[in-house]
């Protein structure tokens, strides 16, 4: 492979953000929504696990994860058929985001099924999509965050209209909408 400072470049700055994915460091890349979805979905792996520190290291995941992907795009590193399946990823997120609101805002019309289908099909685009672009370690980041939010005993605790959660999926469905009312998703 030739050398092209363009790739050393990127790939420098892909190790200061993995090194540097703190909530302070991450403002420029991630909105105030966003962060408070984040901080949400923080609380809710938290309590659910009993483990701080493990929920700590998800929501760190899916930043990394994030910023990653949001530096490919910014340096134009996706191919033509790669786009593509961004575009695809975007419909299910979007598709996804609908569903967990529509799902919140009816009580007991919640099923797991559908949302772990959505979140596992989300995970596979997004895999795809990164797959010659970021390290196995990233794409083991990628699994981890998705099969902790697609466990469906979580799902069912979150989606609980009397259950301990009710005030974080509140909180996460209302940024949820305002991402789908502004075009971020």
């Not at 695809?88 to 009580?107: N, P």
């Amino acid at each position: 492979m030739e050398f092209s400072s363009k790739d050393m470049a990127l790939r420098a700055q892909k190790k200061i953000l993995s090194k540097m994915a703190t909530k302070a460091s991450v403002q420029m890349f991630i909105d105030d929504t966003t962060s408070e979805i984040l901080d949400e979905l923080y609380h809710v792996s938290r309590d659910f696990s009993g483990n701080k520190s493990e929920a700590q290291k998800v929501i760190k995941d899916l930043i990394k994860i994030a910023v990653k992907i949001g530096l490919l795009f910014r340096n134009n590193r996706f191919s033509t058929e790669e786009l593509g399946v961004a575009t695809d990823f975007k419909k299910k997120l979007h598709m996804g985001a609908m569903t967990a609101i529509s799902f919140y805002e009816v009580d007991f019309t919640f099923d797991k099924e559908v949302m772990e289908e959505i979140l596992n099909s989300s995970r596979d685009l997004l895999l795809k999509l990164v797959n010659t672009h970021l390290t196995p370690k990233s794409h083991g980041r990628i699994n981890h965050v998705f099969n902790h939010y697609s466990n469906p005993d979580l799902l069912a605790k979150l989606y609980n209209p009397s259950g301990p959660f009710r005030p974080n999926l509140t909180k996460i469905c209302k940024g949820l909408n305002k991402l789908v009312e502004d075009g971020t998703i």
